[in-house]
């Protein structure tokens, strides 16, 4: 299984980016799919999860508003716009899968399968 996470960069505060995971290996539609973020000197923490079929999604409450989680099953990619991103958005970024789901607000996941992550960087 193979979780290829892209789309991280640098961007000014008020800015927007995509990142894009796809997926290989397993059978898209069956996971549950989300992205975590991991600054440095800090734990990795939950950012948005979306439903195996896309209709029910999930984010933390420092992104609601700000950021969109989408997937498209037939690509076997799932995608989050950031939008309005703040300094505070700075951190690497996980695509996640779970057959179970990826619930929230949650304090430990049992994760499946992990990407390998990307950077996101946002300039004040």
């Known amino acids: 299984v193979q979780l290829q996470a892209s789309g991280g960069g640098l961007v000014q505060a008020g800015g927007s980016l995509r990142l894009s995971c796809a997926a290989s290996?397993?059978?898209?539609?069956?996971?549950?799919m989300g992205w975590f973020r991991q600054a440095p000197g800090k734990e990795r923490e939950f950012v948005s999860s979306?439903?195996?079929?896309?209709?029910?999604?999930l984010y933390a409450d420092s992104v609601k508003g700000r950021f969109t989680i989408s997937r498209d099953n037939a690509k076997n990619t799932v995608y989050l716009q950031m939008n309005s991103l703040k300094p505070e958005d700075t951190a690497v970024y996980y695509c996640?899968?779970?057959?179970?789901?990826?619930?929230?607000?949650?304090?430990?996941?049992?994760?499946?399968?992990w990407g390998k992550g990307t950077q996101v960087t946002v300039s004040s």
């Open positions: 290996g397993l059978t898209f539609s069956k996971y549950f």
């Open positions: 996640a899968a779970d057959l179970s789901g990826i619930y929230y607000p949650r304090t430990n996941w049992d994760i499946d399968y």
């Open positions: 979306i439903s195996w079929s896309g209709g029910s999604t």
